[in-house]
């Protein structure tokens, strides 16, 4: 330990050398500064190296952490997600502007309870951002212990959202609609196909069979925000294959579906997408999901998303007695399980229906 010299009645100084590294120590008794200095060292001595001052908040720390980190080892789209997530929910708030160094664990769980009205990934997410921002604060020996690391994701109280089909009579009227309408090919197909926005947007005609009435689905297409390390962006639509190999699956078709390529693959000149708009270009997902919109809006039919359409599908499908298994095939599920549970709840009609056979069967009793 170095001396400590007296400077004048209430001031002392201390001078201390570790690492290569010279620390100057002021305080107004000897006792001061040499705790400061055994401080200083028992650093060295545990963690190899000094704190670093630093006026980084935690916003600003995860956004470099994103950038410096995170965007080399992810994907396009994963990127974006994470980026979705800071700009809504850090970019701005006011919790997040103080200094990285002043967190508790307790002010960090009461700020992530308060997303208990978002999805359990969203808070998946927000909870993995804060842990790995810390982190990389440790690691520039901006902090020394984690806050993060005893704060618990709160389960989400956010219900389920309840993907609705339509009714037969909703169904009828919409039909009749898309014959005039500009995109009305495709919302036909996806009703009478069950495929997902992305799997139509994506489809070429190198995947339709018009000889054997077949439909491959090879590809998924969506838009995404594509980030530059500076932090501009701009919307690219990519082209995958599915994320599971049931996802890749051979539809047939029926006469109906068959006419209506038929005479869209007529119009075709480049025979590249089986969607396009006026100029052959693939179709943008927000092209179509506000058409569908629209529709709905004009023909009076309440707010359903576009994957209604799937949903209706299924439905049907379920109502005429299709078994589960091949449905499951046809929707492209990984298991069974997930086409009961997210497809196959009764309309009210057929809760009727079934009641109604009921009490027939018991009045003959």
């Known amino acids: 330990m170095a001396n400590a010299r007296q400077l004048d009645k209430k001031k002392w100084i201390l001078q201390s050398y570790k690492n290569g590294i ?17 401080d200083w060292l028992k650093d060295f001595e545990t963690y190899g190296s000094e704190l670093r001052k630093t006026n980084s908040t935690l916003e600003s720390l995860m956004h470099e952490h994103l950038f410096t980190n995170i965007k080399i080892k992810v994907g396009e789209s994963g990127f974006e997600r994470y ?12 919790f997040c502007k103080k200094n990285i160094s002043s967190y508790s664990q307790k002010q960090l769980q009461e700020f992530l309870n308060t997303f208990q009205d978002k999805s359990d990934t969203t808070i998946k997410i927000i909870h993995m951002l804060l842990k790995h921002t810390f982190q990389y604060a440790i690691d520039n020996n901006f902090i020394r212990i984690n806050p993060m690391n005893k704060v618990i994701k709160p389960k989400s109280k956010l219900e389920k959202k309840k993907i609705d089909a339509m009714t037969l009579q909703e169904q009828k009227i919409y039909m009749d609609a898309c014959k005039n309408h500009k995109h009305g090919d495709l919302f036909i197909i996806a009703l009478l196909t069950g495929m997902r926005q ?20 090879k590809h998924t ?4 925000r594509v980030y530059d390390d500076s932090g501009e962006y701009q919307d690219k639509v990519m082209i995958n294959t599915p994320k599971t190999l049931s996802s890749e699956r051979t539809i047939p078709i029926d006469k109906t579906i068959k006419n209506i390529l038929n005479k869209l693959y007529l119009r075709s000149s480049n025979k590249n997408f089986v969607f396009c708009n006026s100029n052959e270009e693939q179709l943008k997902n927000s092209t179509i999901q506000k058409a569908h919109n629209k529709l709905l ?25 299709v078994d589960i298994r091949t449905l499951s095939e046809l929707l492209g599920h990984s298991d069974v399980s997930i086409t009961l549970n997210r497809y ?22």
Do not use: P
């Not at 010279?22 to 500064?33: L, P, Y």
């Not at 992305?198 to 689905?217: P, R, S």
């Not at 009076?300 to 299924?314: D, E, K, N």
């Open 198 to 217: 992305g799997e139509l947007l994506a489809l070429k005609w190198d995947c339709v069979d018009f000889t054997n009435m077949l439909i491959q689905v």
């Open 221 to 224: 297409s969506r838009t995404i």
């Open 22 to 38: 010279r620390k100057t120590f002021r305080g107004t008794s000897r006792a001061e500064v040499e705790k400061a200095e055994r």
């Open 297 to 321: 809006k004009d023909l009076g039919i309440r707010h359903l998303q576009f994957h209604a359409l799937r949903h209706t599908f299924a439905t049907r499908q379920v109502e005429l007695g």
């Open 83 to 94: 980026m979705s997530c800071y700009n809504t929910h850090f970019k701005g708030n006011k």
């Open 344 to 365: 196959c709840h009764s309309t009210l009609d057929s809760k009727k229906n079934a009641m109604e056979k009921l009490g027939k069967l018991i009045s003959t009793l």
